[in-house]
Each structure stands twice: as structure tokens, then as C-alpha cells.
């Protein structure tokens, strides 16, 4: 996926080795009894529940964002009501891994 | 326009399926979504590769349109049933650019991909054969769309509304959350814009928010002057698309326009005045 697009594939935009330094990156993936739930959705929520951005999970049950570093909220939907959340830590040049399990 | 114009259920969408005089097409954020499965029935418009210019920054040209909605067997009679991932992201999009190019029976899925989804609905993977057509488009519709002049123009007089995310309206992100952020632009905002971000309108499943939640974000928590007329923009120019839908085709403002260089071309031009940090 260029970078001239808002486009994102399923489960986020892979992470490029020279930039990952320089990226606060949060990625993970959601899982029932031990299979990858897709279709679904990860959401990245801001201070005070505030939106910042969504990907389909990828069929791994993937997702990945490239974060501001600081304090966010992780929510995860997926069919049959399935409404999750996490409190999650991005920092610069780091990968912050979260798991879910609906 | 109002709601119940342009904004369809997936109840709807599902007695629609297979029906002639009636095209339901996906534009997806994610351009692989339509290959693992999509509404029966439903063809693909892929956002980038269909609908730009694959030299030139720009849409494709009248001529381009007529050829694509010809081979993809679309008529100037058909109604089109548009929707998509992320909130109808790209499907608003493609409406604004059916629109733009005039055509006449443009509808939206109401949550789109997410709330078919959401909903456990049938998804397939048959990629069905359309007789091709000889579509005529409309010359682009200059009062939908805005260019760089224009919105500098606009800085002071008319509302200028920055869809993208706080941190992005700040300066503090050059792109979406979701995406790696290294760009060559400089970061900040229009000055005057007023920071609505595009997915404020949309409910967690999708779907749009009510007229009377979506008057009360923009005119009275933005403060957005629904007696001037309004720009919107964000990065590129797909966001602001949704954002535009919502004012012009949901809440009925006359004059709304999308600035769809956005910000990959406001933060690079030369010269032009830049506000950074939280809006005034």
C-alpha cells in the first residue's frame, strides 16, 4: 500500500524495518479458543473514548496501528455482540503486542 | 436531499439483490475485501486503481469514467447502492464521485460492510458478469468540488472543516492512526479550520448518527455556521468525502464543497499560512 493513500489492508499495514523505529506501533490479535476471529474490527480509542481509527482484522485475527505514543483504548467488535476493550502503552520504536480473547 | 434520499438499510440492500435497474458496488478502504466475500450481486470499484489518474495527481477524466462504468455494466438509468469498510469511508467517497460526474440514482448502505458484517449476513465470493453499457457522464460538477485557490480564499469567510483525527489537526500526526507516518509535508491545519473528525458522524456500528446528533456536532459543539458556506478536507480527500455526504446530502446544507487535495497538498504548497496545536 503506497503512502499517498488512507487505504489500509485487512489486519493494518505491514511494519517497514527502517521505520519501525521511528513508529509507535500497537498490534495484536483476537482469538476464540485458540482460531483468529474474521470478519471483526479493531478499534483505536483516544482520551475520553475518542475515535482514531479502525482496521478489519485480517484472517489471522490481526490488526496493527501506528499510534502517537502515550495512553489508548483498544476495543474489538465482531459478530455476535462481541464488544472487548483494552488499556494500552505506545512508545516510540516500540511494538506493543495485545491479545484478546473473546 | 435528506436522509431517507440517499441512505438505504441493509434489509433494503438484501431485497435488492439480483434486481435489475439496480447495482450494488463495493469501494473498499481495504481493496482485497471484495475478493473474500462481498453482498451477492455486488460489483467492484477499487478506489485507487479505477478511480485515479495513474500519472497525473487527479480523478480520472470524464472519458475515464464513461469507459469504467461502461465495462463494469452500469447505466445512466441504474440506481447504485454504494458501501463499504470503515464506516462507508471510501463508498461515501465513490457517492461523491458519482455525483461529482453527475450521475443521478447514487444511494448508501447505512453502516455498510461493518454493519452487514456486524449483522452475520451473507457474504459471497461469485463475481457476477454484467452485459457492458455505453454510460455518458456529466463535465465534473465544479460546485462540488474545491481546489487549492479556493480554499485559501475561503481562509476567514467561509467554514472550513478538518475532518482528520485531533493529533493529525494538531501537527502532532502527519497521517491516520492506522498508517506509518512518514510523509514530507509539514503538519498543522488551515487556519479557521474548525477539527470535526470524519468518523464523529458515524455510530460504532457504521451506521450515521441522527440529524438531530449530527446538527448538534457540527453547528453547535463546532460551531460550524450552517448560514455560510462550508469546505471540507482532510489527507486526501476521502474522509472529507464522508463528511461532505454527511452536511450536503444527510443535513441538507446548500453550498458544501470537498477540497480533495487536502492536506498532502495544503501542507506542501509554499507560502500559505499554517496553524498548528488545538483550534482557536
Known amino acids: 500500500m503506497s503512502n499517498d493513500s488512507c487505504g489500509a489492508p485487512a489486519g493494518g499495514v505491514t511494519i517497514s524495518k527502517d521505520k519501525s523505529s521511528k513508529e509507535a506501533v500497537i498490534e495484536g490479535q483476537v482469538l476464540r479458543g485458540g482460531a ?7 478499534r483505536l480509542l483516544g482520551t475520553g473514548d475518542e475515535f482514531v481509527a479502525e482496521v478489519p482484522l485480517g484472517e489471522d485475527g490481526g490488526f496493527r496501528f501506528f499510534a502517537a505514543p502515550g495512553e489508548w483504548t483498544l476495543r474489538v467488535l465482531a459478530p455476535g455482540q462481541v464488544r472487548l476493550e483494552q488499556e494500552v502503552t505506545a512508545d516510540i520504536g516500540q511494538v506493543t503486542k495485545v491479545e484478546f480473547l473473546v | 436531499m435528506s436522509r431517507s434520499d440517499v441512505l438505504v438499510d441493509a434489509d433494503w440492500v438484501e431485497a435488492q439483490i439480483g434486481a435489475p435497474g439496480t447495482v450494488i458496488v463495493e469501494v473498499d478502504e481495504d481493496t482485497s475485501a471484495y475478493d473474500k466475500g462481498h453482498i451477492p450481486s455486488a460489483i467492484k470499484i477499487d478506489w485507487k486503481k479505477d478511480l485515479q489518474d495513474p500519472v497525473r495527481r487527479d480523478f480520472v477524466d470524464k472519458v475515464g469514467f464513461e469507459t469504467l462504468l461502461s465495462e463494469r455494466g452500469i447505466s445512466n438509468d441504474d440506481t447504485v447502492v454504494l458501501y463499504g469498510g470503515n464506516n462507508n469511508w471510501f463508498a461515501a467517497y465513490a457517492y461523491w464521485y458519482f455525483k461529482l460526474y453527475g450521475h443521478d440514482k447514487v444511494l448508501l448502505l447505512d453502516g ?10 451473507e457474504l459471497s465470493t461469485d463475481v457476477p458478469a454484467r452485459d457492458k453499457t455505453s454510460y455518458t457522464a456529466s463535465e465534473q460538477d465544479a460546485a462540488l468540488r474545491a481546489k487549492r485557490d479556493e480554499v485559501i480564499d475561503a481562509i476567514g469567510k467561509r467554514n472550513l472543516v478538518d475532518v482528520r483525527s485531533p493529533d493529525e489537526f494538531a501537527g502532532r500526526l502527519l497521517a491516520p492512526a492506522h498508517l506509518p507516518q512518514e510523509q514530507a509535508q509539514r503538519g498543522g491545519h488551515i487556519p479557521t479550520a474548525k477539527n470535526v473528525p470524519w468518523s464523529k458522524a458515524a455510530n460504532e456500528d457504521g451506521t450515521f448518527r441522527s440529524d438531530d446528533e449530527l446538527t448538534a456536532l457540527y453547528r453547535d459543539e ?6 455560510k458556506d462550508t469546505i471540507a478536507y482532510c489527507r486526501i480527500g476521502e474522509r472529507s468525502a464522508h463528511t461532505w455526504f454527511v452536511l450536503h446530502e444527510i443535513l441538507g446544507q446548500p453550498n458544501v464543497k470537498n477540497y480533495d487535495g487536502s492536506w498532502t497538498e495544503y501542507g506542501s504548497l509554499v507560502g500559505v499560512p499554517i496553524e498548528l496545536g488545538e483550534g482557536k
Do not use: C, Q
Request: aromatic share 14%; proline share 9%; charged share 30%.
Open chain 2, 222 to 227: 463546532a460551531g460550524v455556521d450552517f448560514g
Open chain 1, 36 to 42: 483468529p476471529v474474521s470478519p471483526g474490527y479493531a
Open chain 2, 112 to 121: 455498510g460492510r461493518k454493519k452487514w458484517e456486524l449483522d452475520s449476513r
